[in-house]
């Protein structure tokens, strides 16, 4: 999800910039947004986009969960929801995905170095030996799993399919996120309506 400039304020020709207002909710809803500068609707919408994002983030981490190598459930663990401000152009951008920085001590793996490749599969690949003399592997599938069965100086991979995770999230997870994202905004625009009436009762 990405938020900029306001998006619920009307521009010029009757276009609407940023998110779309259609999963937002009724006409009081919006036109509050509306009314609202820049800065204040991105007050509103960072934390309702998060919450929105973290349904999407949980059901990720299930599908991730679920895939039978045990490096890929790394991934699992690695997901997790971000947001960042592009100060120049003002906008919030709220992402679910691996982590740059998790790392599994167990196993050494990084999962946001492959993950993408599990969501969307590899094509047919060589691969080089670099330092060793060749290619080798532990079949655990034989004897006690010490056996190493060695491939030469190259081997070409016949490429994987993809086990997406992400994308299964995000569309399983549009409606429970459009609710949560309409809950959030109506609460924040509650708790300004209430703040604003604490201090002209005050003055």
Do not use: C, W
């Amino acid at each position: 999800m990405g938020l900029g400039s306001n998006p619920f304020r009307r521009r010029g020709g009757g276009r609407k910039a940023g998110v779309s207002i259609v999963t937002v909710g009724g006409d009081s809803v919006i036109k509050a947004m509306r009314e609202l500068s820049d800065s204040a609707a991105r007050s509103i919408m960072k934390p309702a986009a998060k919450a929105g994002m973290s349904i999407v983030n949980k059901a990720a981490r299930a599908n991730a969960k679920d895939l039978y190598d045990y490096d890929h459930n790394n991934i699992s663990k690695s997901i997790g929801v971000k947001d960042v401000l592009y100060k120049r152009s003002g906008t919030v951008v709220v992402m679910v995905g691996p982590r740059a920085n998790y790392f599994d001590n167990a196993t050494g793996h990084r999962p946001s170095n492959t993950a993408h490749l599990v969501e969307l599969g590899t094509k047919s690949h060589d691969i080089r030996v670099k330092s060793a003399a060749t290619l080798s592997n532990i079949d655990s599938g034989v004897g006690d799993g010490t056996d190493i069965v060695a491939f030469g100086k190259k081997v070409t991979h016949p490429g994987t399919l993809g086990k997406p995770f992400l994308r299964p999230a995000l569309d399983d997870s549009h409606s429970a996120v459009s609710a949560k994202v309409k809950q959030v905004i109506r609460k924040k625009l509650d708790q300004r309506t209430k703040r604003a009436a604490r201090k002209a009762k005050a003055k």
